[in-house]
């Protein structure tokens, strides 16, 4: 029995289920975590007002420069140690973390913790 659901159906599934518990406050905000096949991409998000307080992917400039691609965990790292960054600057250091029904593993770890290494609590 094959199941007729695409990988993008089954993903968007998976984050529903995420997303009933984990809710991002001004005082805790939500770190989403998104991939794709090329790059991958991380924001702080205050769930209450519907903003988003800081953004960092491996499109960035200073990324680019550095990686040569953004889809693995060395770029993840960094995106991750970005995002730290602009959440200290803004005085955030407790966040929710998301991984957007992605497996904790792989790309989606090692941003996380990168994150928790620059000073994120999770």
């Known amino acids: 029995m094959s199941s007729n659901f695409t990988k993008k159906q089954i993903l968007d599934r998976a984050h529903r289920r995420v997303r009933k518990k984990v809710i991002g406050t001004a005082e805790k905000p939500r770190l989403a975590a998104h991939k794709s096949g090329k790059h991958i991409y991380a924001q702080l998000i205050d769930d209450q007002k519907g903003i988003t307080l800081a ?20 770029s993840a790292k960094r995106v991750g140690k970005l995002l730290a960054e602009k959440a200290k600057s803004q005085k955030i250091t407790n966040v929710v973390f998301d991984r957007g029904g992605h497996l904790y593993h792989g790309r989606i770890k090692s941003l996380a913790d990168a994150a928790r290494e620059a000073g994120l609590e999770f």
């Open 55 to 74: 953004f960092a992917s491996s499109l960035d400039e200073g990324l680019r420069k550095e990686a040569k691609h953004g889809g693995n965990c060395d």
